[in-house]
């Protein structure tokens, strides 16, 4: 009976290494054309930007007149405030060409 034991305790180990090492072999691969809901994956460009945006960015260097623009909202925050840098979407740039792209201050509608 120790002996039943043991291979069982084995094969657990085994299946459990197998579906580890598949699933961290799925999430090396590329991405397929379109999801599991048949829904299209973004372009190249779209991928570009996302990911750039999905990563946690750094504050440029030189900070001075730069805001945070959460590109889902169109909303950008100044530093100091409460999700400067810190929403999933977004990107720094300069307070003027945040407002020439035609996105507004936070607690601000664009009517404003």
Same mark, same amino acid.
């Given at each position: 009976?120790?002996?039943? $034991?043991?291979?069982?305790?084995?094969?657990?180990? =085994?299946?459990?290494?197998?579906?580890?090492?598949?699933?961290?072999? =799925?999430?090396?691969?590329?991405?397929?054309?379109?999801? @599991?809901?048949?829904?299209?994956?973004?372009?190249? =460009?779209?991928?570009?930007?996302?990911?750039?945006? @999905?990563?946690?960015?750094?504050?440029?260097?030189?900070?001075?007149?730069?805001?945070?623009?959460?590109?889902?909202? $169109?909303?950008?925050?100044?530093?100091?405030?409460?999700?400067?840098?810190?929403?999933?979407?977004?990107?720094?740039?300069?307070? @003027?060409?945040?407002?020439?792209?035609?996105?507004?201050?936070?607690?601000?509608?664009?009517?404003?």
């Amino acid at each position: 009976m120790r002996s039943a $034991g043991k291979i069982l305790f084995m094969l657990l180990i =085994a299946l459990a290494f197998t579906f580890g090492s598949a699933s961290v072999y =799925a999430q090396s691969q590329p991405q397929s054309p379109a999801d @599991a809901n048949g829904r299209a994956t973004p372009t190249a =460009a779209d991928s570009a930007t996302s990911s750039q945006s @999905a990563t946690p960015q750094t504050p440029p260097a030189n900070s001075s007149g730069m805001v945070w623009v959460n590109t889902d909202t $169109g909303v950008y925050h100044k530093p100091g405030t409460r999700y400067y840098g810190k929403t999933k979407h977004g990107k720094y740039m300069l307070e @003027a060409d945040a407002l020439k792209a035609g996105y507004h201050a936070a607690g601000k509608t664009p009517s404003q």
